[in-house]
């Protein structure tokens, strides 16, 4: 037995210990691969322009309680990530003249069919802020769910429908 087997046994292992390595990490990082792709991934596409109702149904200001403050928001989807800008068009389904219209935009995300997204809207006097919290309804295309807001401390139930192009 020459001293030049042990060498090359040696050598042996170490090739074989390296390409396992490189074999498991290729493995490790095709799954972490796929598990982003699924976490970026909404089955659902909620592009396009909805019609939002918030109901007020609890407030600091008991006569905006039980008003409906209707809005149409463009929402922009890329992944599970959502954005929105539209305007506030009707309090109690009756339209507001054009210069009544306050803008409001919104930034949320998508995880499985539940929707979580703030909002800000300037209104005529301050800028508010609150939350949306939808579960979208594939087989109707609604969403329904709830909002808070700073204006007043308003929440409520918020719906949408989407608006046929």
Known sequence: ????????????????????????L?????FIGIYTFWQSYSRYNLDGQWAITNTIETTTDSHFRGLKLGYEIFLT???TNLTGTGEKVSEDGKPLPPTAHTPISMNGTISGNNISATFQERGTERKTEGVLKWTY???TQTL??????????????????RIAQ
Do not use: C, H, Y
């Open 1 to 24: 037995m020459s001293t030049d087997d042990p060498i090359k046994s040696a050598k042996k292992l170490w090739r074989v210990a390296i390409a396992s390595t490189i074999s498991a």
């Open 144 to 161: 329904s769910g709830t909002f808070t807001s700073t204006a007043a401390n308003e929440s409520g139930s918020s719906t949408g429908q």
């Open 26 to 30: 290729a493995i490790i990082g095709g």
């Open 77 to 79: 989807q890329a992944g």
């Open 137 to 139: 309804n594939p087989q």
